[in-house]
Structure formats: C-alpha cells, structure tokens
C-alpha cells in the first residue's frame, strides 16, 4: 500500500537540542496527524491537523500543515530522554468522511543522548 | 481520547495455528481498524470493521487469512489463521474519534 515519505530515517541528537521532521505526499489529505510511538506500544496521537497552512503546538511541539496539502513538518524543541521513539505522520485523503483510512509514514526513529 | 484495550498483548504460536485478538473501545464507534506493523515497519492497514456488515479489506489482505468480527459498537476481533513465521508481527486496532484515530497498545505475534 501507499506510505508517505518521511525524512530522516533516523536521528541521534543530544539533549536541549530541537528537532525537526517532515513528511510528504503525491497525494493530497485533509488532515495531518503525528504520533510517536515508544517500544512494545502502540502510536499515540500527538497533534492533529485540519487545514491548510495550520500551526500547532502541544508543549515542546509544533506541527504545520503545508499549504499544498502534501506535506507537514514536525519540530520539537529542547529534546529530553524521554522524547526517545519512532514519530510517525499520517495523513488522511480528501473527500472522506470522519471515519476515513489513514496511510502513515515511514517513520522517523529519535535517539537522545544526555 | 478514545481508551482501547487488546488481548493477548503478545503470544508465542505454532505455525499453523489461529489465534484471535481482540479489541475493546471505551465507547460506541461505527467503525474500527485493524493494521499490521511488521518488524522494523511502518502501519499498514489490514482491513475496515463495520458494526452489523462485513470488513472490507485492504489489497493483499483477504477474508479467509484475517476473519473479522464486528458483533456490536464497542467490540472487534482479528483472527490470524494458518499462521506462518511471516503473520510475525504486531496487530493493532484502531478506533475514530472526530477526525483522529486513537490506537490500542498493540498485540505482538511471534509464530515458530
């Protein structure tokens, strides 16, 4: 199936540094959702996105929706230990209803030394 | 957010065998999602489970390998059947609420 790409692969930064990710699409969605998802769990939902050119924060997060529909970026500030994980996007396609499919990205596997 | 919840959270099984996972959501949702992440792997989706109709499924997926039940709005099994080393993988449910979609813990599968 369809995976949106997702880049970097992997990073290894070190404490108090910011982080940024992106993803992008041949196809255009109608809504942006990050999560990350830590070692024997399943994805959590870190921020979502509905509209074009949206910017969210939820704490030392940010997320943006890219105002072609085919991309979004997610930025964390000041990394900590804890910000250890795979950070996947996902997006959902235009014309579909609250219940419509997701497809994810590649993922994005964040390491943090202190 | 939606609370899902899933059993077993991991099993060890023969090949050949069957095992059905199940998934419970703290509320009523019309339909469920069940996706598989192989070792290493992104989420790929498996199939869409209505309440009261039958899953639909994603290419490559079919029926008879992942039969689905969908007996009412708070409740839905995977079964993985015929197993081989390759079913190796985690199985996730997935549920709606507004436009975002909540995740359960997951159930790791590891086939001999």
């Known amino acids: 199936g369809q995976q949106l790409n997702q880049s970097p692969q992997s990073m290894f930064i070190q404490e108090g540094e910011d982080v940024s990710m992106n993803c992008t699409s041949s196809?255009?969605?109608?809504?942006w959702l990050w999560y990350k998802q830590d070692p024997g769990e399943g994805p959590v939902l870190l921020i979502a996105?509905?509209?074009?050119?949206e910017l969210t924060s939820n704490g030392r997060l940010t997320a943006q929706f890219g105002t072609t529909r085919k991309d979004s970026f997610l930025n964390i500030s000041a990394s900590i230990p804890s910000d250890v994980g795979i950070y996947f996007c996902?997006?959902?396609?235009?014309?579909?209803?609250?219940?419509?499919?997701?497809?994810f990205g590649t993922g994005t596997r964040l390491q943090v030394t202190l | 957010s939606a609370v899902i919840s899933q059993k077993p959270s991991r099993d060890i099984c023969q090949r050949g065998t069957s095992l059905t996972i199940q998934c419970q959501v703290d509320?009523?949702?019309?339909?469920m999602f069940w996706y598989r992440q192989q070792p290493g792997q992104s989420l790929t989706l498996i199939a869409t489970?209505?309440?009261?109709?039958?899953?639909?499924?994603e290419s490559g997926f079919v029926i008879d390998k992942f039969p689905i039940s969908r007996p009412n709005l708070t409740f839905s099994t995977l079964t993985v059947s015929n197993m081989s080393p390759e079913d190796s993988s985690i199985y996730l449910c997935?549920?709606?609420?507004?436009?975002?979609?909540?995740f359960g813990p997951g159930t790791r599968l590891t086939v001999l």
């Open positions: 997935s549920a709606p609420e507004g436009i975002a979609k909540f």
């Open positions: 196809s255009i969605f109608n809504t």
């Open positions: 996105l509905y509209k074009a050119g």
């Open positions: 996902a997006g959902q396609p235009l014309n579909t209803g609250t219940a419509s499919k997701l497809t």
């Open positions: 509320s009523q949702v019309t339909m």
């Open positions: 489970a209505n309440q009261g109709s039958e899953a639909t499924y």
